[in-house]
Protein backbone atom coordinates (compact mmCIF):
# COMPACT_ATOMS: atom_id res chain seq x y z
CA UNK A 1 0.00 0.00 0.00
CA UNK A 2 0.97 3.54 -0.90
CA UNK A 3 0.50 6.80 0.45
CA UNK A 4 -1.30 9.04 -2.75
CA UNK A 5 -2.56 12.52 -2.38
CA UNK A 6 -5.96 12.68 -1.94
CA UNK A 7 -6.94 16.20 -3.69
CA UNK A 8 -6.27 14.41 -7.53
CA UNK A 9 -8.53 11.20 -6.08
CA UNK A 10 -11.34 13.76 -4.84
CA UNK A 11 -11.57 15.94 -7.82
CA UNK A 12 -11.58 13.02 -10.02
CA UNK A 13 -15.22 11.73 -8.40
CA UNK A 14 -16.39 15.21 -8.68
CA UNK A 15 -16.20 16.34 -4.96
CA UNK A 16 -17.03 20.10 -4.54
CA UNK A 17 -17.72 22.15 -1.70
CA UNK A 18 -19.39 25.46 -0.81
CA UNK A 19 -17.63 28.14 -0.16
CA UNK A 20 -17.98 31.96 -0.26
CA UNK A 21 -15.21 34.73 -1.11
CA UNK A 22 -12.70 34.90 2.37
CA UNK A 23 -13.54 31.48 3.25
CA UNK A 24 -10.57 29.68 4.96
CA UNK A 25 -10.89 25.70 4.92
CA UNK A 26 -8.62 24.96 8.13
CA UNK A 27 -8.69 21.33 8.38
CA UNK A 28 -10.14 18.12 6.65
CA UNK A 29 -11.15 14.88 7.34
CA UNK A 30 -12.04 12.49 4.57
CA UNK A 31 -13.14 9.01 4.79
CA UNK A 32 -13.53 7.00 1.40
CA UNK A 33 -14.95 3.99 0.46
CA UNK A 34 -12.81 1.58 -1.40
CA UNK A 35 -12.90 -1.43 -3.55
CA UNK A 36 -9.94 -3.32 -3.73
CA UNK A 37 -8.55 -5.25 -6.86
CA UNK A 38 -10.46 -8.60 -5.41
CA UNK A 39 -13.61 -7.19 -4.94
CA UNK A 40 -13.28 -6.42 -1.60
CA UNK A 41 -14.44 -3.21 0.30
CA UNK A 42 -12.99 -1.43 3.25
CA UNK A 43 -13.04 2.35 4.64
CA UNK A 44 -10.07 4.53 4.13
CA UNK A 45 -9.69 7.67 6.76
CA UNK A 46 -7.72 10.34 6.50
CA UNK A 47 -6.57 13.92 8.07
CA UNK A 48 -5.02 17.34 7.38
CA UNK A 49 -1.95 17.69 9.34
CA UNK A 50 -1.92 19.11 12.94
CA UNK A 51 -5.86 17.92 13.59
CA UNK A 52 -5.85 17.26 17.17
CA UNK A 53 -7.68 13.90 18.42
CA UNK A 54 -10.10 16.53 19.48
CA UNK A 55 -10.77 18.19 17.00
CA UNK A 56 -11.11 14.87 15.06
CA UNK A 57 -13.62 14.17 17.19
CA UNK A 58 -15.38 17.20 16.49
CA UNK A 59 -15.60 17.31 12.99
CA UNK A 60 -17.04 13.52 13.37
CA UNK A 61 -19.84 14.22 15.59
CA UNK A 62 -20.54 17.37 13.60
CA UNK A 63 -20.76 15.91 10.22
CA UNK A 64 -23.16 12.81 11.78
CA UNK A 65 -25.25 15.12 12.75
CA UNK A 66 -25.19 17.55 9.54
CA UNK A 67 -26.00 13.84 7.90
CA UNK A 68 -28.84 13.57 10.50
CA UNK A 69 -30.49 16.66 9.37
CA UNK A 70 -30.10 18.41 13.15
CA UNK A 71 -29.83 22.26 13.23
CA UNK A 72 -26.74 22.63 13.68
CA UNK A 73 -25.68 25.89 11.93
CA UNK A 74 -26.17 24.70 8.24
CA UNK A 75 -25.64 27.49 5.80
CA UNK A 76 -28.21 28.64 4.27
CA UNK A 77 -30.28 27.41 6.85
CA UNK A 78 -32.38 29.26 9.47
CA UNK A 79 -32.01 27.58 12.26
Known sequence: MTEQPIGPILDG?????????????????????????????SLSFCLSEGLSWVEQNGLLASAQQIMN???????????
Do not use: F, H, W, Y
Open 13 to 41: LGTTIDLEDGDLVASAMVIAKVIEPNGDV
Open 69 to 79: QTAIGRRGDDA
